[in-house]
Nanobody, 116 residues
Framework: QVQLVESGGGLVQAGGSLRLSCAAS?????MSWFRQAPGKEREFVAV????????IYADSVNGRFTLSRDNTKNTVYLQMNSLKPEDTAVYYC????????????WGQGTQVTVSS
C-alpha cells in the first residue's frame, strides 16, 4: 500500500500562486491531481507519468498550472499560477499502481482557497 501525503495548500488572493506537493511512500505508474469544490463533483486536474514525465492537464488549468515530478523523492509538485476564485477546492493527490488499474491510492486532501 502506497501512502500519499499532500501539502502546500492555503489562502491566496486571485492572481496569486501556490505550490502543492504530494509525497508517495513508494513508486506508482502515474500520479494525478483532482479537486473538489463545495457542492460539486471531484474533477480531474492533471496527471504525470513517472517514466516519461510528460503531464496532461484539464482545459480549465492548462497554461496556468504546471505538474512536475522528482523521481528521487517520489514527489510530485503542482505549481498553480494566476489562481482564480473558481480554483477554490480541496485538492487530492491520487496514485495509479499500473496502467489501467485506475486510482488506487489517495491522499487526505489539502484546501486551496482563492479570494477575489
Amino acid at each position: 500500500q502506497v501512502q500519499l501525503v499532500e501539502s502546500g495548500g492555503g489562502l491566496v488572493q486571485a492572481g496569486g500562486s501556490l505550490r502543492l506537493s504530494c509525497a508517495a511512500s513508494g513508486r506508482t505508474f502515474s500520479m494525478s491531481w483532482f479537486r473538489q469544490a463545495p457542492g460539486k463533483e471531484r474533477e480531474f486536474v492533471a496527471v504525470i507519468n513517472w517514466s516519461t514525465g510528460r503531464p496532461i492537464y484539464a482545459d480549465s488549468v492548462n497554461g496556468r498550472f504546471t505538474l512536475s515530478r522528482d523521481n528521487t523523492k517520489n514527489t510530485v509538485y503542482l505549481q498553480m499560477n494566476s489562481l482564480k476564485p473558481e480554483d477554490t477546492a480541496v485538492y487530492y493527490c491520487a496514485g495509479t499502481r499500473e496502467l489501467g488499474s485506475g486510482y488506487n491510492y489517495w491522499g487526505q486532501g489539502t484546501q486551496v482557497t482563492v479570494s477575489s
